[in-house]
């Protein structure tokens, strides 16, 4: 059994003329490291959020939204918030903007797993203590107030916290963004310890390829709330099956590369007020026909010998192509 397995999810907000997310099939291992990646507003964070139940108000769902096997969307109130003191934690981009200024470090580990009573008040310290040390920190971090440490220390801070309750199921939403490289370096090698250790799932939200390549198992390409290619790490960077992943690998900087204008990939993600009958990436993409522009895509096996999928009419153009080719 998937610690996480989302089928067939759509969810519709009020005012948009189709779903924000289309049929996401998305699937997290014990122990295994999975990477969500894509441009801005591709629905990345929602995904994420959709396995604690965080959706905007309003919205309509269809689908199934399984931890351990548990429906997250047909979960009642009680039953959410055992979830989300337990078995699923999300470590948040901006740690600031989740920490009470004006309440101690100590008070923020602690106050979710006493209150749901998961945890008494000398038990939840030593474990509040415990994962502080283990993150680089120590006791001492207690009594301080987040506008006493340093951005990396409180991302170390909220991974500490999202292990509090013991979880299952790591949500980490562009964790890394707001720190410098070194510590970036330092945040990603302590969650690959920490899943390790806890056998925990990590699903990482990214727009950064090389650090999703870096870290993850596996990796899902985002794009307009579908999911457009899907497979191992290493065979989906290697030789993209998407004309939108291809795209995507080819606009990443790269140091040993000729200096000149970067490759931007033109155009602008579908209108959500509008209507989508094909391909939502067929008005940006080279290899487009009209086929593309009349049915949407599945997500198939992609062509060729390498193992993952492509929602894509023409991947068999890109076998045999690597991404920097």
Do not use: W
Not at 47 to 58: E, Q, V
């Amino acid at each position: 059994m998937n610690t996480l397995d989302i089928q067939g999810l759509r969810v519709t907000l009020p005012g948009t003329a189709r779903p924000v997310l289309d049929g996401v099939h998305l699937h997290v291992a014990a122990g295994e490291t999975v990477a969500l990646v894509g441009e801005s507003g591709s629905g990345k964070t929602l995904t994420s959020r959709a396995a604690l139940a965080l959706l905007p108000p309003g919205a309509v769902t269809e689908g199934a939204v399984r931890v351990h096997g548990r429906d997250v969307l047909t979960m009642d109130a009680r039953e959410l918030r055992s979830l989300r003191a337990g078995t699923v934690s999300m470590i948040f981009q901006d740690p600031r903007a989740a920490l009470n200024p004006l309440r101690r470090i100590g008070d923020f580990l602690t106050e979710s797993v006493t209150l749901t009573g998961t945890m008494g008040g000398a038990e939840a310290t030593g474990r509040a203590v415990e994962l502080l040390e283990a993150v680089g920190l120590d006791a001492s971090a207690l009594r301080k107030y987040p506008g006493q440490v340093s951005g990396g220390m409180l991302q170390r801070v909220m991974i500490a916290a999202s292990l509090m309750g013991g979880p299952a199921l790591l949500l980490a939403d562009e964790p890394t963004t707001a720190l410098d490289v070194t510590t970036q370096a330092e945040v990603v090698a302590l969650l690959a310890e920490l899943r390790e250790r806890f056998r925990t799932g990590l699903l990482f939200v990214t727009h950064d390829l090389d650090l999703a390549a870096a870290i993850s198992d596996r990796v899902y390409v985002m794009y307009a709330g579908r999911i457009a290619e899907s497979g191992p790490a290493e065979a989906l960077f290697a030789h993209p099956r998407h004309p939108y992943t291809s795209a995507l690998l080819a606009s990443t900087p790269r140091l040993e590369a000729p200096r000149g204008r970067l490759t931007a990939i033109h155009g602008q993600p579908p209108d959500l007020r509008r209507e989508l009958t094909g391909c939502p990436f067929a008005v940006r993409c080279p290899l487009a026909t009209e086929i593309c522009d009349r049915s949407a895509p599945a997500l198939n096996p992609a062509a060729g010998p390498s193992p993952h999928r492509a929602a894509c009419h023409h991947s068999d153009l890109l076998e045999g192509k690597r991404a920097d080719a």
